[in-house]
């Protein structure tokens, strides 16, 4: 079976970091680009950053400069700094063919999420 989980969020205030991990589990974790999308409450789902399986990486503009994504053998991290109360959301990693940017296509894994709570 196919797990991806995410970890790492929680409450920070303004101006603070959180690094938020993407775990791997049933899948050849090296054949697959790593994308993470956020969802804030009453807003769509978006695309926040996406890394190739050949480690380039993709950022949406609302976060370049802030976040970095990074992988290794069996997981994924999106370390976000300078956070703002705009970044609150639902972290979700996934697991698919390659990046379009910062969007991940052909999406084949979800993971559950992780809320991020940034405080003013």
């Known amino acids: 079976e196919v797990q991806l989980v995410e970890s790492g969020g929680g409450l920070v205030q303004a101006g603070g970091s959180l690094r938020l991990s993407c775990a791997a589990s049933?899948?050849?974790?090296?054949?697959?680009?790593i994308g993470w999308f956020r969802q804030a409450p009453g807003k769509e789902r978006e695309g926040v950053s996406c890394?190739?399986?050949?480690?380039g990486t993709y950022y949406a503009d609302s976060v370049k400069g802030r976040f970095t994504v990074s992988r290794d053998a069996a997981a994924a991290y999106l370390q976000m700094g300078s956070l703002k109360p705009e970044d609150t959301a639902v972290y979700y990693c996934?697991?698919?063919?390659?990046?379009?940017?910062?969007?991940?296509?052909?999406?084949?894994?979800w993971g559950k999420g992780t809320l991020v709570t940034v405080t003013s």
């Open positions: 890394i190739n399986d050949d480690g």
């Open positions: 996934a697991a698919g063919s390659y990046c379009n940017g910062e969007e991940l296509a052909g999406v084949n894994y």
């Open positions: 049933g899948l050849r974790f090296d054949d697959y680009a």
